[in-house]
């Protein structure tokens, strides 16, 4: 995950598995589609999603710019990203005014894309091994629970969170090995809010965000 101070191993580590998960799980079909069970959907459309990232020539060739158009174009509409916000702020983003919690987001829907784009890159034909759903008639909060297989390295358990919204399922939150990679911001944006309130976290995004586009 990346930090606002610095960038660790660690955190590295979580950007790479995180792509991973929103290959395996976020680009779901709309319309009729959507009334697929989600492990379903996982499983579809993570497979035509690694089909692209494997023929794609920018993609390939490490074209960020095409990598984020399929991370915007196939990802990102199917984050809750106002919830995913609320459970990396917790009680500081209940505590914001409506105006700060949509900078918030937007900021932090920002920050996804551009630390995970590049993330895109170190995908190597690893293989992903979906588990069998739990899911009672009626129930509108899921977790869909699959394990990547690496050619090198241990296997990286993977569970998301997710939650049916009108017609469709949309993602709040991904687990890798154990830890939530949007609770994991908590501590580090708490600590910002600290230093410099709610208008100094939303500052701190915008010049990150700002820093990165300009690299």
């Not at 079909?29 to 993570?46: C, F, I, M, N, Y």
């Amino acid at each position: 995950m990346l930090s606002l101070r610095s960038t660790r191993e660690p955190h590295a580590q979580r950007a790479a598995c995180f792509i991973l998960a929103m290959l395996a799980c976020l680009a779901f079909a709309r319309g009729a589609l959507a009334q697929e069970a989600p492990d379903a959907l996982v499983k579809r459309v993570s497979q035509d999603v690694i089909a692209t990232i494997k023929s794609d020539p920018a993609i390939q060739a490490g074209n960020e710019a095409r990598i984020r158009e399929v991370i915007e174009t196939k990802l990102l509409g199917n984050f809750d990203f106002e919830r995913m916000t609320a459970l990396a702020l917790g009680k500081n983003f209940r505590s914001a005014t409506p105006e700060q919690q949509k900078r918030l987001t937007d900021e932090f829907r920002t920050l996804l894309v551009r630390t995970y784009s590049g993330a895109l890159n170190q995908y190597r034909n690893e293989t992903i091994d979906f588990k069998p759903l739990r899911m009672n008639p009626g129930d509108t909060d899921v977790t869909v629970r699959t394990v990547v297989v690496r050619a090198s390295g241990a296997p990286i358990q993977i569970d998301y969170s997710m939650e049916k919204k009108g017609d469709a399922w949309k993602s709040y939150d991904v687990v890798v090995g154990g830890v939530s990679l949007v609770t994991n911001y908590r501590d580090e944006f708490n600590a910002q809010v600290q230093k410099g309130g709610i208008d100094g976290l939303i500052k701190t995004l915008a010049d990150r965000n700002r820093g990165v586009a300009a690299k």
